[in-house]
């Protein structure tokens, strides 16, 4: 199996916690978070990981280099931000399979990916995973019928619900309409447009989530995340 972990924001909400370091490079009991990313992706067999990277990329590059925990490892780097959909895009010329796994540089989520793999090549359908969470103000619902996904809320509805955890397998030729360079988010400029014309899966994961884009996650992965 082969990733694409979108690895080049600012951290803009995690600067006064880690000043000098890229999101995903932030340590987790003395750990660069991406190296318990890899570590997890290790355990799933996966094989081949293309990091999309911008701010700082040459502090990750230098730290993983071409093989990491067994894991090949290539690189695309954004000369200016792409967002989401961009950093896809620009990461899925160096894939190498026919579909692509796609996680958050800045999210640890404990995958069911053999389950998930074998449901992709039974119907080879882009799957977007969802998450239930206690809280749904910071990430917005997915509206789901019959396990596909038929709608997106926005941020702010507060309680238990299904979450975008921030991950999905694609097609390696999923975001072909928009080429490689242009800026786009992959939520609102491509989910949300097509989710009424095209069939996206739902996988509801089962597996610890934690986003640590804000400092009281990134404290929480510190005691969740130790023996990682």
């Known amino acids: 199996m082969e990733a694409i972990i979108l690895a080049g924001g600012f951290g803009t909400r995690l600067r006064y916690v880690v000043p000098d370091l890229p999101k995903p490079m932030a340590p987790v009991n003395g750990k660069p978070f991406l190296e318990i990313l890899f570590g997890s992706l290790a355990r799933k067999d996966f094989t081949r990981v293309i990091?999309?990277?911008?701010?700082?990329?040459?502090?990750?590059?230098?730290?993983?280099?071409?093989r990491f925990n067994g894991i090949e490892v290539d690189y695309v780097v954004e000369d200016?931000?792409?967002?989401?959909?961009?950093?896809?895009?620009l990461a899925m010329e160096k894939v190498t399979k026919d579909h692509i796994f796609i996680f958050n540089g800045d999210t640890y989520l404990d995958l069911e990916a053999h389950e998930i793999e074998q449901d992709w090549l039974k119907n080879s359908r882009p799957k977007i995973i969802g998450r239930e969470v206690l809280d749904t103000a910071r990430y917005g619902r997915l509206i789901v019928e019959k396990s596909r996904v038929t709608g997106f809320s926005e941020k702010g509805a507060s309680g238990p619900g299904l979450?975008?955890?921030?991950?999905y397998v694609f097609s390696k030729n999923e975001l072909n309409a928009f080429a490689p360079g242009a800026a786009f988010s992959v939520e609102t400029d491509y989910l949300m447009q097509n989710v009424d014309k095209k069939h996206f899966d739902i996988f509801v994961t089962e597996g610890k989530f934690i986003d640590i884009g804000i400092p009281e996650d990134y404290a929480r992965a510190q005691i969740e995340l130790k023996d990682l």
């Open 80 to 89: 200016q931000p792409l967002g989401t959909g961009g950093a896809i895009r």
């Open 163 to 167: 979450i975008n955890a921030g991950c």
């Open 51 to 66: 990091l999309s990277l911008g701010y700082k990329a040459d502090l990750i590059k230098s730290h993983f280099g071409s």
